[in-house]
């Protein structure tokens, strides 16, 4: 099985990424409002630095993944450490999106069944989907890309007299103090999110010469899913207008206002595939990144049996994570955001001081 | 490629039991075509005595049209019939009750299917109801999966309740005549079309008045009752506090909405002259004066129409010198009286039915965060402008009107 990706690959797999995450653009417009799409705009605009800080690092640490990044940064020992904090992060997110997911399809497709029964298949699937590897990921993540980008526009046209320019004025009408959640959110979720794409790093075929190697890939696939999420946003806050901010899921809820010619209506059903789909990509992108570390970590144990313990821990912690879709929201609206800095921010701005240290002193 | 493919294919397949597995659904929850009360129509009416339902209290009274699918032609039925009868086309389900959520839940004490309103066309609401207020029940029609949001909304001077039994003209169904009567309003302009998101989205703009479009019954002679349409009701605050006449509503239609076509009459000079007229949505913008303050508020609307000469009653030179000139500027005169008597509606209901609060919130947040505490005394002292640039641009089939004088009727 190959187990490299080519540049091109990686780029497809960030956009990917982000394009998966339109259950969290509900955060979004819970803080700002119809200024959702501003938020992410400068949400988008602060990761950028950390882009070149991932690529800087991979640089240094000559083309290893994560866990070559944080023992080059931090030290072996400490590396192992921060190694281990990143897998309880990694199983948390996956969690996390599992649980998002599992919300969505009992909220909106099989409602009156029990949260368990979705979070089950939804593991189970993605459970599978990890365990095909990055050549899997490499091979989906472009015709996902373009698909995804083509099922938009598509949406968009049928939606396009409903678009009303009004329904995005007042623009940012908020003092900085308030701004800075609303700002933060996007920022982590997302974009910041994209900490697990180091994992991937050490998978891509780099040219060992480059300072910052895998920049243009890494900068292509954001911008890629970054105007994606921006697409839609605006396209909802223009359908949707007040109620963008009120409904559970905008991303879906807006394919409601969509006719083909006022004959065919109500065409969610056919979103529901794509959609679930991405999900999928996006929650089996994070299950693999969990299993990448806990074999770094229990080097010892079979691959087989650290993949079935990984799923079924990231399962069992969806089911727990809260015990109901405000509990869920609340918490991505509040703590979240701040918690995931730390792994997000903070320890690569370290590994990257650290990292440089290192090569100071040679 | 080959193995790839077949990956994404399995995994498709994957995802797709996992959206559409419904064998695991409970018994109570599954939604088999034989299973469902289809409803097209509901009418919301205060309770009253009239209307009283034996054994059953509350202050709403809800009428749900079902369609009986077994009486449709090849559905085991050979005709229509009034509701009530055996094998009639439709049943109206009328329950009383506090909130509408639990009563139309509650539904099966008298109905062996549960209701399933995906298919609503119409939501019709009793004049009392509307004025005691809509809001409790918005809530339930976003959160209800199964409503559409661009469902039409009416508001009946007579009970809603009765309005569903009225015999359609056309259609099979009470619920389907009453919204095909509504959707083809953009065609006369007398009346609006709202869809329950219009409506909602209107009301939650800053002080901004909704309306919804006015039904009525009515019977010419012995001949049965007919629906009808014209002028519409005002909200301000979610409750109905008065109405727009037809030729109000479409003053109000020039500047809220695009007319797609509407028909009137103008005299110009010893000649009569039908137009029928088209028009985009009217520009608003609002002029504040700081000398003046707040109370300098003024509002300019421009209109511009297109209109196309339908009838000619009368003896009119089309060839002189400003011929066309004055077609157009009485044709822009008349526009611009309906849209001030609208106007002047809105004054004395006090409600912003063109949405200069609105305007403000959204174009000018500085101003509108200065009024919008005395919002109602700022918006009686409003100076208006009207501006409407009409352009005659085809005469028909004719160019001279056939006779050479006026017909007189006898």
């Known amino acids: 099985m190959n187990k490299t990706i080519t540049p091109r690959q990686f780029a497809a797999l960030v956009a990917c990424y982000i394009q998966g995450s339109l259950l969290s653009m509900m955060y979004y417009y819970q803080r700002s409002g119809h200024d959702a799409w501003l938020t992410v705009l400068v949400g988008g605009v602060l990761f950028l630095p950390l882009i070149f800080l991932y690529c800087r690092m991979l640089g240094l640490s000559n083309g290893m993944g994560l866990s070559g990044m944080l023992s080059y940064g931090f030290g072996k020992i400490a590396g192992k450490v921060i190694l281990l904090a990143y897998l309880v992060y990694f199983i948390y997110l996956a969690a996390f999106s599992l649980r998002q997911s599992a919300q969505f399809i009992n909220i909106d497709i099989l409602i009156e069944v029990p949260i368990l029964v979705p979070i089950v298949l939804m593991g189970l699937v993605c459970w599978y989907g990890s365990s095909k590897g990055v050549s899997f990921f490499a091979f989906a993540a472009p015709v996902l890309c373009v698909g995804l980008y083509v099922l938009l526009l598509f949406l968009t046209a049928f939606l396009f007299p409903r678009i009303q320019l009004r329904f995005l004025f007042p623009v940012f009408r908020r003092s900085w103090e308030d701004s800075i959640l609303p700002v933060l959110i996007p920022f982590t979720m997302p974009f910041g999110e994209l900490v697990c794409m180091t994992v991937f790093m050490g998978r891509v075929r780099i040219s060992e010469t480059d300072k910052y190697p895998l920049w243009k890939s890494f900068l292509t696939g954001f911008i890629l899913g970054f105007f994606f999420v921006l697409m839609v946003l605006l396209r909802d806050i223009l359908v949707l207008g007040p109620f963008a901010s009120i409904l559970s899921y905008p991303a879906y809820e807006v394919i409601r206002f969509a006719s083909i010619g006022s004959v065919i209506t109500r065409i969610e059903s056919v979103f529901n595939l794509p959609f679930l789909f991405i999900l999928f990509f996006r929650i089996s992108i994070q299950l693999w990144c969990s299993i990448e570390l806990m074999k770094e970590i229990f080097a010892k144990t079979s691959e087989k049996r650290l993949r079935w313990i990984t799923a079924l821990l990231v399962t069992v912690s969806a089911y727990i994570f809260a015990s109901s879709n405000v509990a869920l929201l609340n918490k991505a609206i509040t703590w979240i955001p701040l918690f995931f800095l730390i792994p997000q921010v903070g320890i690569p701005v370290c590994m990257l001081v650290g990292g440089l240290i290192r090569k100071r002193l040679g | ?410």
């Open chain 2, 1 to 410: 490629m080959k193995n790839g493919c077949k990956r994404i294919l399995l995994l498709f397949i994957l995802c797709a039991v996992c959206a559409t597995f419904s064998g695991c659904m409970p018994e109570h929850s599954k939604r088999e075509l034989n299973s469902i009360a289809i409803v097209m129509g509901l009418g919301l009416d205060r309770a009253t005595e009239e209307n009283r339902i034996p054994f059953e209290t509350g202050k709403l009274h809800v009428t749900a049209q079902v369609v009986r699918t077994g009486s449709f032609p090849g559905g085991g039925s050979k005709n229509s019939g009034a509701a009530g009868a055996a094998d009639a086309m439709y049943w109206n389900l009328e329950m009383a009750g506090d909130d509408i959520f639990p009563l139309l839940r509650g539904s099966v004490k008298q109905s062996n299917r549960n209701l399933y309103i995906s298919h609503n066309q119409v939501i019709v609401f009793g004049e009392a109801l509307a004025r005691d207020g809509l809001a409790p029940f918005m809530d339930y029609f976003f959160r209800e999966r199964e409503m559409r949001y661009n469902v039409l909304l009416a508001v009946s001077e007579k009970p809603a309740k009765d309005l569903l039994h009225i015999s359609p003209g056309l259609e099979i169904l009470p619920a389907q005549e009453i919204a095909k009567l509504l959707k083809i309003q953009a065609q006369n302009a007398e009346a609006p079309t709202i869809s329950l998101f219009d409506f909602a989205v209107d009301m939650k703009s800053a002080q901004k008045a909704a309306v919804i479009p006015l039904i009525n019954a009515r019977s010419s002679g012995e001949e049965t009752e007919t629906v009808y349409v014209d002028g519409c009701a005002v909200f301000r605050d979610w409750k109905m506090v008065g109405k727009l006449n037809g030729t109000q509503t479409r003053g109000y239609l020039w500047m809220a909405g695009d007319i797609q076509s509407t028909v009137f009459t103008v005299p110009v000079k010893d000649a009569r002259f039908s137009l029928t007229v088209t028009g985009k949505k009217g520009k608003m913008t609002v002029d504040f004066d700081p000398a003046k303050g707040y109370e300098g508020l003024s509002v300019s609307f421009r209109i511009s129409a297109d209109a196309v000469v339908g009838h000619i009653d009368g003896t009119f030179d089309l060839h002189q010198k400003d011929g066309l000139e004055a077609i157009q500027q009485a044709c822009g005169s008349f526009i611009a009286s309906e849209i001030c008597d609208a106007i002047d509606q809105s004054r004395k209901l006090d409600s912003d039915i063109f949405g200069v609060s609105e305007y403000l919130s959204r174009y000018a947040p500085e101003i509108w965060e200065g009024v919008q505490g005395e919002w109602e005394r700022y918006f009686t002292g409003i100076t208006y402008k009207v501006s409407v640039k009409a352009n005659v641009r085809r005469t028909g089939s004719l160019v001279d009107p056939v006779l050479k004088e006026s017909a007189q009727y006898e």
